[in-house]
């Protein structure tokens, strides 16, 4: 069983920034997205940033210019470069890939969540 595991998140100053990183403990036979969510304190989970297969990104109004999604084949690993960060970029930051291994089926895979905090 492939698990994603984060890490990366913490407590920073507003303006501050912060490397998300989404690492998978074992390999797909391919990857169709990979996407970043986050959840407030009482907010439903929304989605951030994806990165498609082809390389094409697409953020939420509220962090473009300041989010950069991006993955390392070789790490098998995707981040989440937050910049600029403000207090209201406060939440639990889950990754999420759709992916599948050799002779199954396309499945999501969840990682775990990681706080990220935005305090003065």
């Known amino acids: 069983q492939v698990q994603l595991v984060e890490s990366g998140g913490g407590l920073v100053q507003p303006g501050g920034s912060l490397r998300l990183s989404c690492a998978a403990s074992?390999?797909?036979?391919?990857?169709?997205?990979m996407r970043w969510y986050r959840q407030a304190p009482g907010k439903e989970r929304e989605l951030v940033a994806v990165?498609?297969?082809?390389?094409?990104?697409q953020y939420v109004d509220s962090v473009k210019g300041r989010f950069t999604i991006s993955r390392d084949n070789a790490k098998n690993t995707v981040y989440l470069q937050m910049d600029s960060l403000k207090v209201e970029d406060t939440a639990v930051y889950y990754c999420?890939?759709?992916?599948?291994?050799?002779?199954?089926?396309?499945?999501?895979?969840w990682g775990q969540g990681t706080q990220v905090t935005v305090s003065s």
């Open positions: 999420n890939w759709n992916a599948r291994r050799l002779y199954t089926s396309n499945s999501d895979y």
């Open positions: 074992g390999r797909f036979f391919s990857i169709n997205i």
């Open positions: 990165l498609m297969s082809g390389g094409s990104t």
